[in-house]
C-alpha cells in the first residue's frame, strides 16, 4: 500500500513540482546563482501555467520554449537510455530526442492544467562537486495539506544553470525514467525502434486523455 500510495504522489507531484520550480520565492534575500536561476524563469512559468484563456496547444508551444531555455533536455535524453547510450543510429537518435520532448512537454501541460497557486519556497541551495547545484524546497499546498519536499539538481552550463533532474518523494525523476527506458529496451532483446514506439504510444494515450505513469515501461 505504501508503495502504491508513492507511486500515486509520484505521478501526481512531478508535473507540479518541475513546473514549481520556475515559480519559487526565495527564503532568503541572500541569494545564490542556483538560486537566482530559479526566479529568473519564474514570472514566464507563472503566466504559461495562469493563462486559461490559451489553448493546449499554445502553452504546449510556450512550455517547450521554457524547458528548451530551462532544461539540459540533451544531456537528459542520453542519460535516460543508460547503458543503450550508442543502440540508436543517427536517424532513430534524432527521432528520440524528439519524442521525449514531446511526451515530457505534452503530460506536463496537460497535468497543470488544474493549477491552483500552490507555491513553491526555497528552502536553501548547496554545491553539488564543482560545476552542480542542489536546491531545496517544498511545495506548500493551498488546501492545507502537509508539504511536499522537492529537490532540485542543477547543472552549470554556458555560463548558467540548467535543471538536469527533480527529486520528488525521494525519487529523482530523470533516474526512474532511465529504468523504464532502458527495461523496454532490454525486454524487447535490445530493439531500439520498441522505445520510440512505447514513447509514441505513451505520447497518444496523453492526447487521448489518459493518465499515464511517467516512470512505466509498458
Not at 543508460?82 to 501541460?109: C, D, H, M, S, W
Request: hydrophobic share 45%; aromatic share 8%.
Amino acid at each position: 500500500m505504501s508503495a502504491m500510495m508513492n507511486g500515486l504522489s509520484l505521478r501526481l507531484l512531478a508535473p507540479l513540482a518541475l513546473c514549481l520550480a520556475f515559480a519559487a520565492t526565495p527564503a532568503s534575500a541572500s541569494k545564490d546563482e542556483a538560486i537566482a536561476f530559479v526566479e529568473k524563469v519564474s514570472a514566464e512559468a507563472i503566466e504559461i501555467i495562469s493563462d486559461k484563456s490559451a489553448s493546449q496547444q499554445e502553452r504546449e508551444v510556450a512550455f517547450r520554449t521554457l524547458l528548451d531555455n530551462t532544461a539540459d533536455m540533451d544531456r537528459i535524453a542520453a542519460f535516460a537510455l543508460g547503458q543503450y547510450l550508442r543502440t540508436p543510429n543517427e536517424a532513430q537518435r534524432a527521432e528520440y530526442r524528439e519524442l521525449v520532448e514531446n511526451f515530457i512537454v505534452k503530460v506536463y501541460v496537460t497535468r497543470l492544467s488544474d493549477y491552483n497557486n500552490e507555491k513553491l519556497t526555497i528552502l536553501g541551495a548547496r554545491e553539488r562537486g564543482e560545476n552542480q547545484a542542489i536546491v531545496q524546497s517544498e511545495i506548500r499546498f493551498t488546501t492545507g495539506r502537509q508539504p511536499v519536499s522537492v529537490d532540485w539538481w542543477l547543472i552549470q552550463k554556458n555560463g548558467g544553470y540548467k535543471i538536469f533532474d527533480v527529486n520528488v518523494v525521494g525519487v529523482w525523476l530523470a533516474q526512474e525514467q532511465r529504468s523504464a527506458f532502458t527495461s523496454v529496451i532490454r525486454t524487447n532483446g535490445g530493439d531500439f525502434d520498441a522505445l520510440l514506439k512505447h514513447l509514441r504510444t505513451q505520447i497518444g494515450r496523453v492526447e487521448a486523455g489518459e493518465d499515464i505513469d511517467l516512470t512505466a515501461s509498458n
